[in-house]
């Protein structure tokens, strides 16, 4: 087996392909599922039997299963339409309208009265600082086959699709919708119009169904099952692969082997690994939706599999640095490949990534801690400062005056290094953990986005007078001061620098 690691060279090219993809159509059959949290604390115990009490507070809607991968797909910017069933109840008006809401073409998710939309309840507690956790899930679904009037529907709308599709997905979580006379026949139909087809199959041993599919992306897990293979090393991977491509006449399969990477089979023998990167995982929910979305996106716009797999393998590394399903939007992807060639670019977001960061850090129950400035001649009175800043919470997000903003607060002869170079020095510090450079004259655009824990900024403001001061304190947080270093500052140090220049000689 062939292992294909990202180095330098192969970095450059991944980029490459990424800066290839389009929007491909794409049509996502599969089980629609609709996901609800409800969230509190759970600090104390009922009295009247011994059971977590909790105090709700918040809920949340999410879309699941197929769906869920309707919504990655848009986030990748892809044209989507979903087809599936859902019930005649307010869960199912619920998942369409949230679709709908994503930009997903709902058309093809047909109503059946006689069944439940497939629903997972989530019971969610926060207890002291640590991090929330699940306390029960509770499931209203029902596992049987779709069949007369609602399957001849389903069959009916999604091979009259083909015909404007780059590809096909089949998300199939057993809850009855992936039934096989509707999967055969949008396979042969698809294979009659050259169109690629990729199956996230059920767990189970019933792989057969998926007969004539481009290409099947199974698990360590359900591979084993499915093939009867004990799977310990790629190598192994790499036969069961080979066994089934021959058996179901696949072109190819992709076995996900959790922190060893995945490994492409092609049919005919030829079989590739590609190792993970080393991450740290917060939560595995949703990464497998993630890989088929990704896969999706680039095989729909004509990259080869090898490409797809490599994209794959990075989305799904985002994905679970993230607590729960989340969306992975094309500008943190391409953000991930260029931080291989620039170190420390990787810290530096955009004022709607870094939005978006500060929701994942509240997810995992992190401080947030917010400080800004110019940073011009970064100096030891602004590490000084940077590191104390940093102790006050669990991230420090750093606000940078750009270029304009600074040439209009210290005059016409600053900055002296430009704010791409500013950042970089800035993300260059261990006790800093993003950058954020924006453009106003103040940074409460910024600050109203990420809605830190703590606004921190230097002593010689009094705290009512520090921009934002109003904002964080209506929500909780805290204003705190950062004792100043005296004797440093960049316009001392520009004085400085001038004083020890020697004298012009006059022109002769």
Known sequence: MTNVKDDAMNNE??????QRLGRPKVLVLGDLILDRYTYGDAERVSQESPVIVLRADNHELRLGGAANVC???????????????????????????????????????ITDASRPTTLKERFVGRAGARHPSQILRVDHETTD?????????????????????????????????????????????????????????????????YRGADLIKANRIETETCTGRKIRTPDEAAAAGQELCAALQLESVIVTLDSDGMALVEKGGAASLFPTEARSVYDITGAGDMVLAMLGAAIGSGLSRAEAVRLANVAAGLEVEKIGVAVIPLDEIEAELTAHHQPGVRKILSLDQLARQADELRRRGQRIVFTNGCFDLLHYGHVTNLNEAS?????????????????????????????????AMLAALSCVDYVAVFDQDTPLELIQAIRPHVLAKGGDYKAESIVGYDFVTSYGGEVRLINLVDGHSTTDIIRRVAEAQPPRRAAA
């Open 145 to 209: 086959a779709v069949a007369g009037e609602i399957e001849e529907r389903l069959l009916y709308g999604v091979v009259n699709q083909l015909d404007d599709c780059d590809i096909v997905l089949i998300s199939d979580y057993a809850k009855g919708v992936c039934t096989p006379p509707i999967l055969q026949t949008l396979i042969r139909h698809a294979n009659e119009r050259g169109v690629p087809v990729l199956v996230d199959p059920m767990k189970g041993r019933d792989f057969g169904r």
């Open 391 to 423: 102790r006050m919470g669990d991230i420090l997000v750093v606000g940078l005056n750009s270029d304009s903003s600074v040439s209009r607060l210290k005059g016409p002869d600053r900055p002296v290094i430009n704010q791409n170079e500013r950042a």
């Open 13 to 18: 090219s991944l980029l490459a392909a990424f």
């Open 71 to 109: 919504n990655m797909l848009r986030g990748l910017e892809c044209e989507v339409v979903a087809a599936g069933v859902v019930g005649a109840d307010a869960a199912g008006a619920d998942l369409v309208g949230l679709l709908e809401t994503a930009g997903v073409d709902a058309s093809l998710c």
